[in-house]
């Protein structure tokens, strides 16, 4: 029953902005933290950006700070993660994920849902 699905990605220019959306159901979503994730191909998943359930604590990879911001709506069961001014190295498949721990975990294994992700690809 539980589905998280994300939507928002595409092609842009070194640059460029992307604004994703993950919608989840089947589950209580305000008592989930939530993360977003990325992984190229060949390369591990990667952690990029976690949010709490209340919204009032993030954590961000040093290689999006200051690009990249994750919001949540508890009210639309939803999370989002802006990118602004993107690189050729953020593309990838992106990933949100949904957790039951106070901190965040930047441990992709400590997930318990994940989405199908969706592609952002930025050309150079």
């Known amino acids: 029953q539980v589905q998280l699905v994300e939507s928002g990605g595409g092609l842009v220019q070194t640059g460029g902005s992307l604004r994703l959306s993950c919608v989840a159901s089947g589950l209580t979503f305000s008592n989930y933290h939530m993360g977003w994730f990325r992984q190229a191909p060949g390369k591990e998943r990667e952690f990029v950006v976690a949010i709490r359930w209340s919204g009032g604590s993030t954590e961000y990879a040093d290689s999006v700070k200051g690009r990249f911001t994750i919001s949540r709506d508890n009210a639309k069961n939803t999370v989002y993660l802006q990118m602004n001014s993107l690189k050729p190295e953020d593309t990838a498949v992106y990933y949100c994920?949904?957790?039951?721990?106070?901190?965040?975990?930047?441990?992709?294994?400590?997930?318990?849902?994940w989405g199908q992700g969706t592609q952002v690809t930025v050309s150079s």
């Open positions: 994920a949904a957790v039951r721990t106070v901190i965040p975990p930047t441990n992709p294994a400590a997930y318990n849902y």
